[in-house]
């Protein structure tokens, strides 16, 4: 019985915590989503990143004005450097 007490009350604990990530990464989740259905390309890492700077405060029309020049810029140098598939860390 003592195991099953103490047990549940650290399962509560862990269960608070998650319950305290969940709006974020439920968030997140329909983020990628959408990522997904609209055919972005972007990786659930990537769209994490862009929600960072969009809470911090960046422009979202900056944002999505940068996203686009990278990824035009992405097959110039993949080209360049001999198109080595996605070794350069995954950028935006």
């Not at 944002?63 to 950028?91: I, N």
Request: net charge negative; glycine share 20%.
């Amino acid at each position: 019985m003592a195991m099953s007490g103490s047990g549940g009350g650290g399962g509560g604990e862990a269960a608070a915590t998650s319950a305290a990530r969940t709006p974020a990464s439920a968030t997140v989740d329909v983020v990628c989503e959408l990522s997904d259905v609209l055919g972005t390309g972007l990786d659930r890492r990537q769209v994490q990143v862009l929600m960072a700077l969009l809470d911090s405060g960046v422009n979202p029309h900056a944002l999505a004005a940068a996203v686009r020049e990278l990824r035009a810029l992405r097959p110039a140098a993949a080209s360049a450097s001999g198109g080595g598939g996605d070794s350069g860390g995954g950028g935006v």
